[in-house]
């Protein structure tokens, strides 16, 4: 089997791949771009409901978890969201704003896809799909075994994501291409993902499925004020999701069920209402939750009725219901992969391994996680470009 050789091999064709491969193909690199799925790109397909939140006009280093978290900076400072609404813009695809800076396309995800596959064309990458990759051996270069033939190359980018969405083809590939150059990782857990509640507790809320209301949600200093929903099984919604790349297993949350309201103040001004305590919350609350907290976390009955120690007990616990979770949904579940390949042995500029040279990780598969509305995806062109100008 004869060997081809070009100097960047790019594994993995998702939003971080096509990114370096297009800009290293711009620069005048010979780029193989490999992919082990027979459909390209499944997670921008399915992102945003299919509308592909491909980014975020807020996008800041504050937006990613990390156990570097300076990292980050300088690759987003260099590709920012206007540098990818600009390629949009000269593809004609248009776009548009939802709440908290989020963009979406108008045309769908396939267009972002078909934009991406057509700048990689333009540039003249060479694709391999679906190709897998069976052996990786360093030398005087990478030499790549696949079930395409042999490749070698003078510089390998791992672009190869998470283990969030398993079905649509994630696989912990880039994290054992690390273990085999002894590349320390950091602890790996679920992100952007629904929390779970031991049964037996949960009982009691179960009955809300599908009920949500706009909250706080809050763990150690993070907090995120979005919709909160039940589920049969716990919680999720936006709310929820940010929060859960940030809890910490075995804590409690701190949820503020009524942000806009001082409800000791209310429940002073009311003290003597005949109004039933569930008719009352009802004013605030959606009214199967207001009925629940009425009759389980309480007796349900006027407001006249009870002592003021206990409205305000009951004040306290809606500003600040502390609820701990037995867990996530997990990886299928999962919008993203916290943690991944450890950033301090990377270069914040190129993303190349600083005792393996030639060697790139992006996007993904690297420790920096961005919260729920696009970030993700702004810093796989962040990441994916600044290996591109460097390979």
């Given at each position: 089997m004869n060997?081809?050789?070009?100097?960047v091999?790019?594994?993995?064709?998702?939003?971080?791949?096509?990114?370096?491969?297009l800009t290293a193909a711009q620069r005048g690199r010979s780029v193989l771009l490999l992919e082990h799925a027979p459909k390209l790109a499944e997670k921008i397909r399915i992102s945003g409901g299919g509308r592909c939140n491909f980014t975020n006009l807020n996008a800041r280093p504050d937006n990613y978890l990390s156990?570097?978290?300076?990292?980050c900076r300088s690759a987003l400072a260099r590709f920012t969201p206007q540098h990818f609404i600009a390629m949009l813009d000269r593809h004609g695809i248009g776009y548009h704003e939802k709440t908290l800076g989020q963009l979406f396309c108008n045309d769908g995800s396939e267009a972002i896809i078909a934009m991406l596959r057509s700048e990689c064309d333009a540039a003249g990458v060479r694709w391999c799909m679906p190709c897998s990759v069976e052996k990786i051996e360093r030398s005087d270069a990478f030499h790549v075994t696949t079930t395409r033939g042999k490749f070698r190359a003078a510089a390998l980018v791992i672009?190869?994501?998470?283990?969030?969405?398993?079905?649509?083809?994630?696989t912990p590939f880039g994290y054992k291409v690390a273990e085999q150059f002894g590349i320390p990782m950091t602890r790996l857990k679920p992100g952007l993902v629904p929390l779970s509640f031991h049964p037996e507790e949960w009982a009691m809320y179960a009955g809300l499925s599908g009920?949500?209301?706009e909250a706080v949600v809050s763990f150690g200093k993070r907090s995120f004020?979005?919709?909160l929903l039940f589920t049969h099984r716990g919680l999720s919604g936006p709310a929820i999701l940010q929060i859960s790349s940030y809890w910490e297993a075995g804590k409690p949350l701190s949820i503020d069920l009524l942000p806009d309201h001082d409800m000791q103040e209310i429940f002073a001004q009311q003290r003597g209402s005949k109004m039933l305590l569930g008719n009352f919350l009802a004013q605030y609350l959606p009214k199967r939750l207001a009925e629940i907290i009425a009759t389980q976390w309480m007796e349900n009955k006027p407001l006249n009725q009870y002592a003021q120690k206990e409205l305000r007990a009951l004040a306290d616990k809606l500003k600040d219901w502390q609820i701990t979770p037995t867990g996530t949904l997990g990886y299928s579940k999962a919008e993203v992969t916290c943690g991944g390949v450890d950033t301090h042995v990377l270069s914040s500029r190129t993303m190349e391994c600083n005792d393996v040279p030639g060697l790139y990780f992006i996007g993904e598969v690297t420790d920096v996680?961005?919260?729920?509305?696009?970030?993700?995806?702004?810093?796989?062109?962040?990441?994916?470009?600044?290996?591109?100008?460097?390979?």
């Open positions: 060997t081809a050789s070009l100097d091999l790019i594994v993995g064709a998702g939003a971080a791949g096509m990114m370096c491969a156990h570097n978290p300076h990292f672009a190869t994501g998470g283990l969030s969405i398993p079905k649509i083809g994630a009920v949500s209301v004020r979005e919709n996680t961005g919260q729920l509305g696009g970030y993700n995806f702004q810093w796989a062109w962040a990441s994916g470009y600044a290996a591109g100008q460097a390979v």
